[in-house]
């Protein structure tokens, strides 16, 4: 008897699903995109207790040298003077009441730069203020 | 005579949709930062705020910070700011009996920026740990200030 021959089944990759894997890590990296309003390499302090910042959060950078930049959260930081902090402020306040601050400062700047901030951020009557730091490691 | 017409079947082309896909990816990819911002939370002094109240020096724990790198606590003798232990056990045994103990950091204005943080830090992690023993009330914290130099001066330290 003259067996039959087995049908050969076409090997085959299956594509339908594709665009849906695609689509999924869209997602994925539409929801973690943070864009960086602020790219100046500085050396952070180190602190072990550390909570997340609050996405669209606005940005005072104090260098090493102590000059400032600041940026609402929206656009990319800009270099002001250390006495336009109150105004930058008063403006951000009147935009948003609770909005977060972020200050992103050199851990070598000397107190009264900070100071000088905090106090016009007080005067603005900014609440929440988050003090961007890294994570302490044992040899630090 | 009539004429034939060949019916077409109307089609959105869907053959593109993974390359469109794969284009987006590509651009949220290279735009994501996935970098860890994290830092400190302090909330600042609301100066129309009714509960604020006058605090003596002597009611409160004192952190002085010096511009050589070294802190004092409450008139003790001053310590390296590399050695928190002492400041940790100090004010967790204040603070687990009163968890309203006003504290006051006071900077000097030549002290490093990272001095503040270091001190701030160890009273999180005191915070933290008096939080997990339930000492303090849910949604509070420690009473934590950081005084601005005209502050200081209105207040006579």
């Not at chain 1, 972020?102 to 900070?114: E, S």
């Not at chain 2, 604020?52 to 790198?69: F, H, L």
């Not at chain 2, 160890?122 to 005209?150: C, F, H, M, N, Y």
Request: glycine share 2%; aromatic share 8%.
């Amino acid at each position: 008897m003259k067996l039959r021959k087995t049908k050969t089944i076409e090997a085959y990759i299956p594509t339908a699903s594709m665009a849906d894997i695609a689509f999924l890590l869209i997602v994925f990296f539409m929801i973690t995109t943070v864009f960086q309003v602020d790219k100046t390499v500085l050396t952070l302090p180190a602190s072990v207790v550390r909570s997340e910042v609050v996405k669209g959060s606005a940005f005072i950078v104090v260098t090493e040298d102590g000059y400032i930049k600041v940026s609402d959260g929206k656009e990319d930081t800009h270099p002001i003077d250390a006495s336009d902090v109150l105004s930058f402020a008063v403006d951000l306040m009147s935009k948003d009441p609770e909005q977060h601050v972020v200050l992103k400062a050199d851990k070598k700047v000397k107190w009264h730069v900070i100071d000088k901030i905090l106090e016009q951020l007080e005067q603005a009557r900014v609440k929440n203020l988050q003090f961007l730091t890294e994570l302490k490691t044992n040899n630090q | 005579m009539k004429i034939q017409k060949e019916k077409e079947q109307p089609e959105i082309p869907t053959a593109s949709m993974a390359d469109i896909a794969f284009l987006l990816i590509v651009f949220f990819m290279l735009t994501t930062v996935i970098s860890a911002t994290k830092g400190i939370e302090h909330l600042l002094p609301q100066q129309d705020k009714s509960d604020t109240q006058e605090v003596q020096k002597e009611e409160s724990i004192y952190i002085k910070i010096n511009a050589d790198g070294t802190y004092s606590v409450d008139q003790k003798e001053p310590r390296s700011i590399r050695d928190m232990a002492f400041l940790k056990d100090y004010v967790y045994e204040k603070v687990s009996r009163n968890y309203k103990k006003p504290i006051i950091i006071h900077v000097n204005p030549e002290a490093d920026y990272e001095a503040m943080v270091a001190v701030l830090d160890t009273l999180k992690q005191v915070e933290e740990q008096v939080a997990k023993e339930g000492r303090l009330p849910a949604d509070k914290g420690l009473t934590i200030s950081i005084p601005t130099s005209a502050e200081l001066e209105a207040w006579g330290y």
